[in-house]
């Protein structure tokens, strides 16, 4: 079992920056990729970026490649979201997840789901 907390979320103009936390209860941490997906008001959940459980795999929606960063500790059992260059089409709940696969984007592959930090981006 992993339990999972984000936190960091927030309001921030156009043109901020914030950074995501999402703090992993269990020792298995490490052997999990994570993700991150979000979900905007009245619209299905999207996948934003996944990292591997050994860091050497990464991967990012087209709409926040070159403007997210993922990252993770794994001795601190921690994914990251660094989102720069907020858009306010960036609003959403941003939720992390860890699937026992390598590196997916699919929602069906991950195991495990944290509640949610909501992201709002003003214009």
């Known amino acids: 079992q992993v339990q999972l907390v984000e936190s960091g979320g927030g309001l921030v103009q156009a043109g901020g920056s914030l950074r995501l936390s999402c703090a992993a209860s269990?020792?298995?941490?490490?052997?999990?990729?994570m993700g991150w997906f979000r979900q905007a008001s009245g619209k299905e959940r999207e996948f934003v970026a996944a990292i591997s459980w050994n860091k050497e795999g990464t991967f990012y929606a087209n709409s926040v490649k070159g403007r997210f960063t993922i990252s993770r500790d794994n001795a601190k059992n921690t994914v990251y979201l660094q989102m720069n260059s907020l858009k306010p089409e960036d609003t959403a709940v941003y939720c992390c997840?860890?699937?026992?696969?390598?590196?997916?984007?699919?929602?069906?592959?991950?195991?495990?789901w944290g509640q949610g930090t909501q992201v709002t981006v003003s214009s």
């Open positions: 269990g020792r298995t941490f490490s052997r999990y990729a």
């Open positions: 997840a860890a699937s026992s696969e390598y590196l997916v984007m699919s929602t069906a592959a991950y195991n495990y």
